[in-house]
């Protein structure tokens, strides 16, 4: 998948292209859905199937107070939408300045102007331009009157859920972990590079890797089973997320995964942690020794729960 960034010195001129636009913020079911909608087309008129997508968060820019979390990082959100069959994603920055762009000027310029695109494809719930005044209704209208098709995807609704990122959002901060990945399509992802930490677990017996995560959601502090990413190989393991407020008070909050029946030297390695299961909230043990009996019980319940379904 190419990546070219920002749209407007983009000099790239596409075959039929099939255009879809979005934050796409934790490539959830819902986008899943458009990105198929806009490969089949390109596939059957043989264009090219283009996304663009918008970096950082628009709230970022303009409340940031009020801006969402983010649920992916930038490049995790690329390497995802590259797995759906996109063939060029058009990053384009967003800024102020950018943000008062007119809806239908957005359109003539960038959809009609610099893609040339053939078909739009857009979620049900699709905003652009200034006060978000763009919407499914007024692309059908400019489509008609500038020569592209547009279908609009949506609602996705699976078991009874209807899909978004605010919905996967609230599912994260109740530590409903199952549901995420309902709404997700796959387990919620963090990922990071392993750094040093103050090697307790090793103390311990149950050695852990410290990873450093800079961009996506957190879970609430507790333990989860998870699954971690190590070199394209899936490895079962228990994370815990927190202060470790058992050696003491005001400890930085870390992502620690302990790796079951795994060995090897992982500092500087960049790991994938996917959250199955939240098994329990973060507690202050009375002992260290304590601390020891609620982990092997934790990583018990780890292998029940990530065991291989026969």
């Known amino acids: 998948m190419d990546v070219i960034r920002h749209s407007t010195s983009c000099s790239r001129r596409f075959a039929a292209p099939v255009l879809t636009l979005g934050n796409f913020d934790g490539v959830h079911r819902g986008h899943q859905a458009i990105f198929a909608r806009v490969v089949a087309e390109a596939r059957r008129r043989g264009g090219d199937a283009i996304a663009m997508t918008f970096t950082p968060h628009p709230m970022a820019v303009l409340r940031p107070e009020h801006a969402p979390p983010a649920l992916t990082s930038l490049r995790d959100k690329l390497t995802l939408i590259a797995a759906s069959g996109i063939d060029v994603v058009l990053l384009q920055r967003f800024t102020r300045a950018f943000s008062t762009l007119p809806a239908e000027e957005f359109v003539e310029r960038f959809i009609a102007g610099a893609v040339g695109a053939s078909k739009l494809v857009v979620g049900h719930s699709v905003s652009f331009g200034r006060e978000r005044r763009g919407n499914a209704a007024l692309l059908q209208e400019l489509g008609a009157r500038l020569g592209f098709e547009v279908e609009v995807i949506g609602p996705v609704a699976v078991d009874g859920h209807e899909v978004s990122s605010s919905a996967i959002r609230r599912a994260i901060t109740a530590g409903d972990m199952r549901l995420a990945a309902t709404l ?7 990922a990071g590079r392993v750094v040093a930490g103050k090697r307790r677990g090793v103390t311990l017996g ?26 394209g190989t899936q490895v079962a393991g228990a994370a815990n997320i927190g202060h470790n407020p ?3 008070p005001d400890a930085p909050r870390t992502l620690e995964v302990h790796l079951l029946d795994f060995s090897g030297d992982l500092y500087g390695r960049r790991l994938g942690v996917s959250f199955v299961e939240r098994l329990r909230g973060e507690v202050a043990f009375d002992s260290v020794a304590a601390l020891v009996d609620q982990i ?3 990583v018990e319940r780890t292998r029940a729960i990530l065991a291989p379904q026969s």
């Open 246 to 248: 058992t050696f003491g």
């Open 206 to 231: 149950f050695p852990t890797a410290n990873i450093a995560v800079r961009a996506g959601m957190f879970p609430p502090d507790g333990v989860y089973a998870v699954r971690t990413d190590v070199g």
């Open 184 to 190: 997700l399509g796959r387990p919620h992802l963090l």
């Open 296 to 298: 092997r019980l934790d």
